[in-house]
């Protein structure tokens, strides 16, 4: 019987990398930003429609798995045709969601968030550019992840719902350094014990979340050391 449902288990690392950004924003709020490539660029603290727009439109990364190739006329690959609309539709209301398609060895599972901040119509607009580009950028892979700004959406055929991912990572940066030191690095303590604290819901082992958080948190000094964000 095909199988196709909605999940409330969260996945601790994309949680991360939704409420870091959620963490940046804050920092950038006390920065002057410079133009530069990746996550947040140009970012305002506008709350206006277009500047919305324009920062949940631009790609922030993406993860193709080599190991997980199929062809374009396999169950699996239609089986992602199917799931993707499914996301898109369910995710868009409550910020997230996960769904799974099919049956047996062809069986997907995908899995969306949109950022704690993000409206329902940028949630919908973002990941429905999530599902579109993740299938031109991984079109032969049945393991694919895409980040955006406000929304990150993942698939793949082995079932990794509710389990623990910190083997792979993308980081962006600002190409400028604070000058303030002392009081950056307070305040950016102070943020990250904030969002220790906050991250961890939805069901989730707090243990693990907090496993997961601390370990990313970590690689701020050898990735982000003084950079107005990260």
């Keep these: 019987m095909m199988e196709l449902q909605g999940h409330s288990n969260l996945r ?6 939704l409420k870091l950004g959620d963490l940046m924003n804050k920092i950038r709020s006390q920065a002057v930003l410079a133009e530069n490539e990746g996550l947040g660029k140009g970012r305002s603290e506008s709350s206006s429609t277009f500047a919305t727009l324009v920062l949940c ?3 922030a990364g993406e993860f193709c798995n080599a190991d997980s190739e199929i062809s374009g006329n396999s169950q699996i690959f239609a089986n992602i045709d199917r799931l993707l609309p499914a996301l898109v539709f369910r995710t868009a209301s409550t910020g997230f969601a996960t769904v799974t398609y099919g049956k047996g060895q062809d069986k997907v599972y995908g899995l969306a968030q949109c950022r704690g901040d993000v409206s329902s119509k940028h949630c919908f607009s973002c990941i ?3 599902a579109k580009q993740i299938h031109e ?5 049945a393991d694919a992840r895409i980040w955006f700004d406000c929304c990150f959406l993942r698939y793949d055929n082995i079932n990794f719902i509710g389990k623990v991912d910190t083997d ?3 980081v962006y940066f600002n190409v400028e350094e604070v000058t303030e030191f002392e009081d950056f690095h307070d305040e950016l303590a ?7 604290a906050e991250a961890c819901i939805r069901d989730l082992s707090r243990i693990d979340c907090a496993q997961c958080l601390a370990i990313a948190i970590g690689n701020f000094p050898d ?4 950079r107005k964000g990260c």
């Design 190 to 196: 102070a943020l990250t014990d904030q969002i220790r």
């Design 223 to 226: 990735f982000c050391d003084d």
């Design 168 to 170: 792979l990572s993308i």
């Design 128 to 130: 429905q550019d999530a």
């Design 12 to 17: 601790q690392t994309m949680l991360f990398l």
């Design 137 to 141: 950028v991984c079109p032969d892979q």
């Design 57 to 59: 439109a631009g790609r």
